[in-house]
């Protein structure tokens, strides 16, 4: 019934049920139009739905919710796997102006877009720069767009940034096992045991 309902006719129910509409709640709502949007071959429901969620984070800045990566991630990777690319970077504008501190974050949704099209130019450009600032200010990024590298096994632009990227800084586990996994996928041992040798000395 929700799914049908619309986000405005959804928000209104948890109002009757006397419930405030907080941040699980826009999750929920964000969710519902993200389905409804991969659903549906009718470029107008698609179309609707996008705009549903432009609502939602007019909503959530009023109301001082910050957007986050749980609320905005699974939204800009439809607008990725869609090749959306001027609605990825309407929201992608939206989202970095509300929460300048997501700047790094969404610089892997960036990356994965680029590769999602088959853009180059773009992934050697975002690369080029990245790899020429070894500042340690500018590591967070350069550790998303690795992750996105990673995830794609595209191992020419991979191995630029393995030797700019101090494995030991990376941010998770997770994170440094992803790495592990794409060199193991590609064959790349010799990295393997230069960053097994190296954490084993940082213990």
């Known amino acids: 019934m929700c799914l049908q ?23 929920v709502l964000m969710k519902m139009c993200i389905e409804q949007c991969r659903e549906t071959d009718d470029e107008n429901v698609a179309k609707e739905q996008i705009s549903q969620v432009l609502e939602l984070f007019i909503s959530m800045k009023e109301q001082g919710f910050p957007i986050e990566e749980e609320t905005y991630g699974p939204f800009l990777m439809l607008l990725i796997d869609k090749g959306m690319m001027e609605e990825f970077y309407f929201f992608y504008g939206i989202i970095k102006d509300t929460n300048p501190s997501e700047i790094a974050r969404l610089g ?14 773009k992934i050697q450009e975002l690369c080029s720069c990245i790899c020429t600032d070894y500042g340690d200010e500018n590591f967070s990024l350069r550790e998303n767009y690795l992750l996105a590298l990673c995830e794609s096994d595209q191992k020419n632009y991979l191995l630029q940034l393995l030797e700019t990227v101090d494995i030991t800084k990376l941010s998770s586990l997770d994170n440094a096992v992803s790495v592990f996994k794409s060199l193991g996928r590609l064959s790349l041992e010799s ?3 230069k960053f097994l040798l190296v954490l084993k000395n940082c213990g």
């Open 108 to 121: 892997y949704y960036d990356m994965c877009l680029y590769i999602r099209v088959n853009d180059e130019k």
């Open 5 to 27: 309902a619309g986000t405005d006719a959804t928000m209104d129910v948890f109002g009757m049920l006397g419930r405030e509409t907080g941040l699980k709640e826009f999750n």
């Open 191 to 193: 990295y393997v045991e």
